[in-house]
């Protein structure tokens, strides 16, 4: 019966349009209500969790690096890393493809999310890509593992949830996902240069 109470509630309480976060906290509310666990000592220890599970220094990251990461790509910083790859690469064949790993690269290492890194780094260069001659699915498989690099790469949000969780060391983290992000980033590179070369891939 609590699980019919907490999807109607669920199912209401959205058709409301009200945000999703605030539809759990009611629904948690209904079902304590409920329960009859609504006495005035156990609401009064909700907002004292709540407030102890946000007072914690190393979460305070996590919305920095979205930030950030809202203000490189709002100020013109997504562009300027793809410039400087795309100068670095020159013509090879198969170069745009390059330019889009390393780009997700640097964009992770600076916002520490895969999904900012995909939305910032693919909507300048999926469409330029496609333009040029390059597959469509080659292209946005590309962009999607490439993107995945933004929680290995430090900083990591993932990583920082971990350390928070665990109390294992963030240093520590922080030095093994550079190795393993690097890895994969020379990994990606050597995919693209051989379908480039097998697929024929524009240059330039």
């Not at 209500?33 to 709540?50: A, L, N, T």
């Not at 407030?51 to 790509?73: E, K, S, V």
């Not at 690269?105 to 330029?128: C, E, H, R």
């Amino acid at each position: 019966m609590e699980l019919v109470v907490f999807l109607v509630s669920l199912f209401g309480f959205l058709a409301l349009g009200i945000p999703i976060a605030i539809v759990l906290v009611l629904c948690s509310m209904v079902l304590m209500y409920y329960g009859g666990m609504w006495d005035s000592m156990f609401v009064m220890i909700i907002p004292q969790s709540m407030l102890d599970g946000a007072n914690n220094y190393p979460l305070m990251a996590i919305p920095f690096f979205m930030l950030a990461g809202n203000l490189m790509t709002k100020g013109g910083i997504s562009r300027r890393i793809c410039d400087f790859c795309r100068s670095i690469i020159g013509g090879v064949r198969g170069g745009m493809g390059i330019v889009l790993v390393l780009s997700c690269a640097f964009f992770a290492a600076l916002s520490g999310s895969a999904p900012a890194t995909v939305v910032a780094i693919g909507v300048m260069l999926y469409p330029d890509m496609v333009k040029m001659g390059y597959p469509k699915d080659r292209t946005a498989g590309l962009l999607v593992v490439s993107g995945g690099l933004g929680p290995i790469i430090p900083p990591s949000i993932v990583m920082v949830v971990y350390c928070t969780i665990t109390s294992a060391s963030v240093g520590d983290m922080f030095t093994s996902g550079m190795a393993i992000g690097l890895t994969i980033m020379v990994v990606l590179i050597i995919e693209v240069l051989f379908f480039a070369n097998k697929e024929k891939w524009p240059a330039g």
